[in-house]
């Protein structure tokens, strides 16, 4: 069957401190540190000017403003943050477009998909046109990164043939599980395949996995 993951969305964590570390004169690294262990980090612009006694007390007010927080909320904090803070709008704004460019690659770079070539060992896909719509639907990514960000709010879930809103899956099953760093729910993977695999096999290894990558 094929295999695909989702790597840890950012979204789905809660902020437990912020640091802006310079990099250039008119660059700065955020990194961003969660209450699950998850971290990351985005280039973003600072203004002339800016030094690292700058970047402390903004990264100690975005720090205060965003722990417990998810990226969600985040509009919201910076927009008091910029009131208190007149001078440093431009620095705000810019570490909130940064995230904001993002997040919104997400979709295209946190699935990985592997034995895509194993789909021509079953003959629901030894019909040509089959074949290339579940692999164009492969190559687009957004239907999936969409199954699998709904599937990060069930334990376990299993979509077969026609449940599935995309049309070239009218043959194909799909089975995922989520898995979470600490106790939050951070991403999901899972097993594309014919409407005839072996359901009490796939989901038993699914699981297992699952269990797994929880532990570690």
């Known amino acids: ?10 979204r789905k964590v809660t902020f437990k401190t912020i640091r802006l570390v310079p990099v250039t004169n008119d660059k700065a690294l955020a990194v961003i540190v969660t209450t699950g262990g998850l971290f990351k980090d985005i280039m973003i612009d600072i203004p002339d000017g800016m030094d690292d006694r700058h970047l402390d007390m903004i990264s100690n007010a975005l720090s205060e403003a965003m722990q ?13 943050i910029k009131q208190n803070m007149d001078f440093h709008g431009d620095m705000v704004k810019s570490l909130l477009d940064a995230i904001s460019t ?3 690659r997400e979709a295209s770079n946190s699935i990985v998909f592997d034995g895509t070539r194993n789909i021509f060992k079953h003959p629901e896909y030894s019909n040509i046109e089959n074949a290339q719509n579940l692999l164009a639907a492969l190559d687009a990514r957004e239907y999936f990164f969409d199954v699998l960000s709904n599937a990060s709010h069930m334990q376990l879930s299993i979509s077969i043939g ?21 106790n939050e729910s951070v991403g999901s993977f899972g097993v594309i395949g014919p409407t005839r695999m072996d359901y009490s096999k796939v989901i038993s290894i699914v699981d297992f996995l699952s269990r797994c990558i929880n532990e570690m």
């Open 1 to 10: 069957y094929i295999s695909m993951v989702m790597a840890p969305q950012m």
């Open 68 to 80: 417990g927080r998810t990226v969600e909320d985040m509009p919201d904090a910076m927009e008091k």
């Open 102 to 104: 993002s997040r919104s």
């Open 162 to 182: 026609a449940e599935n809103a995309h049309k070239s899956l009218k043959d194909t099953s799909i089975i995922t599980a989520t898995y979470t760093i600490g």
